[in-house]
């Protein structure tokens, strides 16, 4: 059992920048490969980052490529996601979450068993 916990969210103005965290506690956080997702009202759950256990290799959806950065620190038990550039399209709510066998599949929800509650965030225009 893996519980996480967001935070860091906000108001923010377009072209500005904020780092959220996800801080875990239960089984070995090092154990899981981590993923962000986000979902704005109407929309889908969609991909927003990953990064895998035991090397970090990092992945990023289309729409954040080269704005965004996925990073854990294993002896915090904690992964950010580092954004910048924001647009109001990234308004969504954020949410962390963990999967211990997501495979090549680390863009689909369905691979991570533990979320967290979400926070969200809001770009202005």
């Known amino acids: 059992q893996v519980q996480l916990v967001e935070s860091g969210g906000g108001l923010v103005q377009a072209g500005g920048s904020l780092r959220l965290s996800c801080a875990g506690s239960g089984r070995a956080f090092s154990w899981y490969s981590m993923g962000w997702f986000r979902q704005a009202p109407g929309k889908e759950r969609e991909f927003v980052a990953a990064?895998?256990?035991?090397?970090?290799?990092?992945y990023y959806g289309d729409s954040v490529k080269g704005r965004f950065t996925i990073s854990r620190d294993d002896a915090k038990n904690t992964v950010y996601l580092q954004m910048t550039s924001l647009k109001p399209e990234d308004t969504a709510v954020y949410y962390c979450a963990a999967g211990g066998s997501i495979g090549s599949y680390y863009y689909s929800p369905r691979r991570y068993e533990y979320w967290g509650q979400g926070t969200q965030v809001t770009v202005s225009s």
């Open positions: 990064i895998i256990r035991n090397g970090g290799s990092t």
